[in-house]
Each structure stands twice: as structure tokens, then as C-alpha cells.
């Protein structure tokens, strides 16, 4: 689909050297991420890896970790780096999705509530379609006010907030079905 994209948010090295990392999801993710990817490609839609800077720690330059994750093998049609929660803000990415005539968004990568949700709500203010398949993110407990919200509870809190208003929430299955659909 010459119209659509599917953005690979900060699915990084850098946060295997986090201490809030965890491999509870990572197996799941690493299936649903990939199936979606080998999809969208299949699909003709153009996947765009989207890579989190910062100057100091895992997220620099300069630590070597700025890096897809060991088990993404896909060949990217385009790749920013960000430095802000969203993808689309002083990366370039929304320059290359406006000279391509890009108007649908497929949003998947890490952390479903911070840097994918951020950017599904600023591409759907800019106007684009966004589709969010929180299958395809992954995310980590978090705890303010001493409670904590599991992985769980940020993804179906993620989903609420977006539905309706600011994407389409989808299964990878849902989001490769309609693509197939349009294509028809």
C-alpha cells in the first residue's frame, strides 16, 4: 500500500541496559512485531525504523547501543533518529511521509504508553490515519503513587485513551486482514 507505513518505534538495544528491563513480554512481542513487519512488507507498505536518541546512557550515540534489536532482519525503506517521545518531531520522518504521500500509520515498537501512544496522538492531530497494534508493542510495569500499573494494565489504559479519537486499535491479525482487504 504506496499510501501507508508502518513505523518500528525504538524497538532498540539501548533498553536491554535499562533497569526496568524484562523479558516477561519479549518473546511475544519479537513474534507479533515480526509477523506484522513480514506483512506490512509483504503488503507493499513501507516499513520505517524509528530509533530513540539521547546524549548520555544506553539511548547515545556514543554507548553503541542505538541499534535495532538482534532479532529485527528487515530491510527498512527509511530510518530517523528522534529525540523527543514522538516520532514524527524534528526527526525528518514527517518530511519523508509527506514527500511520499503518506496518509495511514501503523504504529508498533517500545513502550506502548510513552513513545508509540505519543506519536499515534500527534500523527492523528497532523491528520493522518493511524492504526495501533498494541500486539506489536511492548511495555514495562510502572509505579506512581504506590500503585503499579502491570504491562497489562498500560496496554488496555493505552488502548482506551486512543480509541475513537485518535487510532484504530488492531490485532496483527485485524491489521494484516485490512491491508490484504485494500489491496484487493
Given at each position: 500500500m504506496a499510501n501507508s507505513a508502518?513505523?518500528?518505534i525504538d524497538v532498540?538495544?539501548?533498553?536491554f541496559h535499562r533497569e526496568y528491563w524484562q523479558e516477561q513480554d519479549y518473546s511475544r512481542f519479537k513474534?507479533?512485531?515480526?509477523?506484522?513487519?513480514?506483512?506490512c512488507q509483504q503488503q507493499g507498505v513501507s516499513v520505517v525504523d524509528v530509533l530513540h536518541v539521547e546524549k548520555e546512557g544506553p539511548f547515545s550515540l556514543a554507548s553503541g547501543l542505538v541499534a535495532r534489536m538482534p532479532f529485527l532482519n528487515h530491510q527498512a525503506a527509511h530510518s530517523v533518529h528522534k529525540h523527543v517521545h514522538n516520532a514524527l518531531t524534528e526527526s525528518g520522518?514527517?518530511?519523508?511521509l509527506e514527500d511520499r504521500?503518506?496518509?495511514?500509520l501503523i504504529v508498533s515498537g517500545i513502550r506502548t504508553e510513552q513513545c508509540c501512544e505519543t506519536t499515534t496522538r500527534v500523527a492523528s492531530d497532523l491528520g493522518f490515519n493511524v492504526t495501533f497494534v498494541s500486539e506489536a508493542t511492548m511495555t514495562f510495569p510502572i509505579t506512581y503513587g504506590g500503585v503499579t500499573l502491570s504491562s497489562a494494565d498500560l496496554r488496555h489504559r493505552t488502548e482506551t485513551v486512543l480509541a475513537n479519537r485518535f487510532a484504530t486499535i488492531k490485532s496483527v491479525d485485524e491489521c494484516l486482514q485490512a491491508l490484504t482487504a485494500m489491496a484487493v
Amino acid at each position: 500500500m504506496a499510501n501507508s507505513a508502518l513505523l518500528v518505534i525504538d524497538v532498540q538495544q539501548s533498553f536491554f541496559h535499562r533497569e526496568y528491563w524484562q523479558e516477561q513480554d519479549y518473546s511475544r512481542f519479537k513474534q507479533n512485531i515480526s509477523r506484522l513487519i513480514a506483512g506490512c512488507q509483504q503488503q507493499g507498505v513501507s516499513v520505517v525504523d524509528v530509533l530513540h536518541v539521547e546524549k548520555e546512557g544506553p539511548f547515545s550515540l556514543a554507548s553503541g547501543l542505538v541499534a535495532r534489536m538482534p532479532f529485527l532482519n528487515h530491510q527498512a525503506a527509511h530510518s530517523v533518529h528522534k529525540h523527543v517521545h514522538n516520532a514524527l518531531t524534528e526527526s525528518g520522518l514527517l518530511a519523508w511521509l509527506e514527500d511520499r504521500q503518506i496518509t495511514e500509520l501503523i504504529v508498533s515498537g517500545i513502550r506502548t504508553e510513552q513513545c508509540c501512544e505519543t506519536t499515534t496522538r500527534v500523527a492523528s492531530d497532523l491528520g493522518f490515519n493511524v492504526t495501533f497494534v498494541s500486539e506489536a508493542t511492548m511495555t514495562f510495569p510502572i509505579t506512581y503513587g504506590g500503585v503499579t500499573l502491570s504491562s497489562a494494565d498500560l496496554r488496555h489504559r493505552t488502548e482506551t485513551v486512543l480509541a475513537n479519537r485518535f487510532a484504530t486499535i488492531k490485532s496483527v491479525d485485524e491489521c494484516l486482514q485490512a491491508l490484504t482487504a485494500m489491496a484487493v
